[in-house]
C-alpha cells in the first residue's frame, strides 16, 4: 500500500466530505419516492384513475430528474486541448525570463495561433499558471479541482462537479426537472394537505409524510425557481455565472455581452440545432469548448479567425462562424455600449509601466 502522510488523509476526508450535499439530495429523493409513490398514491388516494395517472406522470418526472442529475454529477469537465499547453521549450524560456514583459512576449508568441480574443484585466495573455497553459476564452481555473474547466459557470457543491461546457446543458435540465417534479408533487399533495388541517386524513404515518411532502415541495419550488429563471436569463445572453459577476475582457475591451448572438444562436449554443435532443440529457452543444464565436467587432489582427488544428465548425460550419472580417461600425453594440480601450500592438505595457508582471497576472478565480 502507497504511504500517506497527514495531508493524504486530509485530502481523503475532504473528497468524502464534498459527497455530502449528493448523499443529501439521494436520500431526500429516496424519501420523496416512498412518500409519494407509495404514501400519498397507494395509500391514500381511493381513485383509481387519479392514482394511475399521478403515478405514470410521476416516474415519468422522476426518471427526468434522476438521469439529468446524474449525468451532471458524473460527466467529467472538460480541460483545455493540448494546443494550449505550453511546449517544454516554451516553458523553460517562461521561467527563465525574469521579466514580465518578456514572459508576456514568450506568451504572446505561443498563443499566436490559438483562437483567444478574451485578455486579463490587465491587457495580458490569460494563463494558468499552475497547469501551465494558456487559457481559451472563458476558461477558468476551479480551485476546488484544481484543473482549469472550458466554460466554466461555477463549481457546484450539490452536483460535487464543476459546471462547464461538458455539462452545462445536464445542469440547465436538472434545474428544469427537478422544478417540474417539486411543483408536481406540491400541486397533487395539495388537496391532501387540506385534508390534514380538516382532520380529513386518518390519523397514521400517512399524515406525516403528507405534510412534510408538501412543505419540501413548495420550498425547494421557490429556491429552484429562482436559480432556473436566473440561468434561463444567463442562457439567453450567452453568458457563465462567472461572466455575469465580471464582464469578460476582449483585446479591445470589456464587453458583457461579448460572446452574446442573439436569442436563438445563444439557445443553440447550450442545447444544440436539433430539437428533438433539447430536452434529453444527452450532449449535444455546439462547440469543442475552447473556442467560441464572438460579436466583437475590430477582431485582432494578430489572431487568426480559426485556429490551427481546432476545428471549432466541425458540428455545425453555419453556426460557428469566427468573423473573418470586421463589422461595420453601426452594426455593432460594442462601440456604443461598453467602454472601448486602445492597446498599442507594439507597445502591450503601455500605461501599465508601473506593474511589476503583467506576464503572469492570474486571476483570482472561484
Ligand atoms: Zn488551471
Ligand atoms: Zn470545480
Not at 429516496?30 to 412518500?35: L, T
Not at 403515478?55 to 415519468?60: E, P, S
Not at 489572431?303 to 469566427?322: D, I, R, V, Y
Request: hydrophobic residues 40%; positive net charge; glycine residues 6%.
Amino acid at each position: 500500500m502507497a504511504p500517506s502522510g497527514p495531508g493524504g488523509v486530509r485530502r481523503r476526508c475532504r473528497r468524502v466530505l464534498y459527497w455530502t450535499p449528493v448523499v443529501f439530495i439521494g436520500l431526500l429523493l429516496g424519501w420523496s419516492y416512498y412518500a409519494y409513490a407509495i404514501q400519498l398514491c397507494l395509500v391514500s388516494m381511493e381513485n383509481i384513475g387519479e392514482q394511475v395517472l399521478c403515478l405514470i406522470a410521476y416516474h415519468l418526472l422522476f426518471a427526468m430528474f434522476v438521469w439529468s442529475y446524474w449525468k451532471t454529477i458524473f460527466t467529467l469537465p472538460m480541460n483545455p486541448s493540448k494546443e494550449f499547453h505550453l511546449s517544454h521549450a516554451e516553458k523553460e524560456l517562461l521561467e527563465r525570463e525574469p521579466r514580465g514583459e518578456a514572459q508576456q512576449e514568450v506568451l504572446r508568441r505561443a498563443a499566436k495561433d490559438l483562437p483567444i480574443y478574451t485578455r486579463t484585466m490587465s491587457g495580458a495573455i490569460r494563463y494558468c499558471d499552475r497547469c501551465q497553459l494558456i487559457k481559451p476564452d472563458r476558461c477558468h481555473h476551479c480551485s476546488v479541482c484544481d484543473k482549469c474547466i472550458l466554460k466554466m459557470d461555477h463549481h457546484c457543491p450539490w452536483v460535487n462537479n464543476c459546471v462547464g461546457f461538458s455539462n452545462y446543458k445536464f445542469f440547465l435540465l436538472f434545474l428544469a426537472y427537478s422544478l417540474l417534479y417539486c411543483l408536481f408533487i406540491a400541486a397533487t399533495d395539495l388537496q391532501y394537505f387540506i385534508k390534514f388541517w380538516t382532520n380529513g386524513l386518518p390519523d397514521t404515518q400517512v399524515k406525516f409524510h403528507v405534510i412534510f411532502l408538501f412543505f419540501a415541495a413548495a420550498m425547494f419550488s421557490v429556491s429552484l425557481s429562482s436559480l432556473f429563471a436566473y440561468h434561463c436569463w444567463l442562457v439567453s445572453k450567452n453568458k457563465s455565472t462567472l461572466e455575469a459577476f465580471r464582464s469578460p475582457v476582449f483585446r479591445h475591451g470589456t464587453d458583457k455581452n461579448g460572446f452574446s448572438l442573439g436569442f436563438s444562436k445563444n439557445m443553440r449554443q447550450v442545447f444544440g440545432d436539433e430539437k428533438k435532443y433539447w430536452l434529453l440529457p444527452t450532449f449535444s452543444s455546439l462547440g469543442d469548448g475552447c473556442a467560441f464565436p464572438t460579436c466583437l467587432v475590430n477582431q485582432d489582427p494578430e489572431q487568426p479567425s480559426t485556429p490551427a488544428g481546432l476545428n471549432p465548425t466541425a458540428k455545425n460550419p453555419e453556426n460557428h462562424q469566427f468573423p473573418a472580417k470586421p463589422l461595420r461600425e453601426s452594426q455593432s453594440h460594442l462601440l456604443t455600449d461598453s467602454q472601448t480601450w486602445i492597446e498599442s500592438t507594439s507597445n502591450p505595457g503601455k500605461g501599465k509601466s508601473g506593474m511589476s508582471n503583467p506576464a503572469l497576472t492570474m486571476e483570482n478565480e472561484t
